[in-house]
T-cell receptor, first 115, second 111 residues
Framework: GAGVSQSPSNKVTEKGKDVELRCDPI?????LYWYRQRLGQGLEFLIYFQGNSAPDKSGLPSDRFSAERTGESVSTLTIQRTQQEDSAVYLC?????????????FGQGTRLTVV | RKEVEQDPGPFNVPEGATVAFNCTYS??????FFWYRQDCRKEPKLLMS???SGNEDGRFTAQLNRASQYISLLIRDSKLSDSATYLCVVSINTGGFKTIFGAGTRLFVKA
């Protein structure tokens, strides 16, 4: 398909383990976002990649969270030493170019459960 | 203060009702505005863009007041299928453009 693809769709992990979440944006989309959504809550901005510019990491909640993106392709969000409060749906979105008027397309998310 | 603020609701309305959602944004560098819709356990999807002159798409009307930094969404003749969370979204000029989502307003339309 041509949409944003995220994997895994579901992940259950033990507290203290590291997890890596993957996002494949729509081909050609230069802007990529990661958001977190806790159960019943709104979207929480985590990090924003725009082409080859330095990412905006202002939303990352702690130094246990990191993300990388190579060029304009796949991005990975890594959570180290997971805690129960990290349980949430992690959503990735991409847009065609970092213009003001472009639609963000979301993947279906990775549902992370820390037990 | 959050960059985008919305009334979380929930709004519980009967079918056929008119309902309005409001949103305020704090960053004057905000340049573009949108409403997204998120169904339960689904990803958000674009509902409509919001233009300065106001715009309408069927039963949905969006308005923007730049002076007051305020956006609204009006839904007329509500349908059961309108039940969802409505997210107010702004695109902020940070050198590039960063998209900020509000926390959303929940709407339940009942028969």
């Amino acid at each position: 398909g041509a949409g944003v693809s995220q994997s895994p769709s579901n992940k259950v992990t033990e507290k203290g383990k590291d997890v890596e979440l993957r996002c494949d944006p729509i081909s050609g989309h230069t802007a990529l976002y990661w958001y977190r959504q806790r159960l019943g809550q709104g979207l929480e901005f985590l990090i924003y990649f725009q082409g080859n510019s330095a990412p905006d990491k202002s939303g990352l909640p702690s130094d246990r969270f990191s993300a990388e993106r190579t060029g304009e392709s796949v991005s990975t969000l890594t959570i180290q030493r997971t805690q129960q409060e990290d349980s949430a749906v992690y959503l990735c979105a991409s847009s065609l170019f970092p213009g003001s008027d472009t639609e963000a397309f979301f993947g279906q998310g990775t549902r992370l459960t820390v037990v | 203060r959050k960059e985008v603020e919305q009334d979380p609701g929930p709004f519980n309305v009967p079918e056929g009702a008119t309902v309005a959602f409001n949103c305020t944004y704090s960053n004057s560098a905000s340049q573009s505005f949108f409403w997204y819709r998120q169904d339960c356990r689904k990803e958000p999807k674009l509902l409509m863009s919001v233009y300065s002159s106001g715009n309408e798409d069927g039963r949905f009307t969006a308005q923007l007041n730049r002076a007051s930094q305020y956006i609204s969404l009006l839904i007329r003749d509500s349908k059961l299928s309108d039940s969802a969370t409505y997210l107010c979204v702004v695109s902020i000029n940070t050198g590039g453009f960063k998209t900020i989502f509000g926390a959303g307003t929940r709407l339940f339309v009942k028969a």
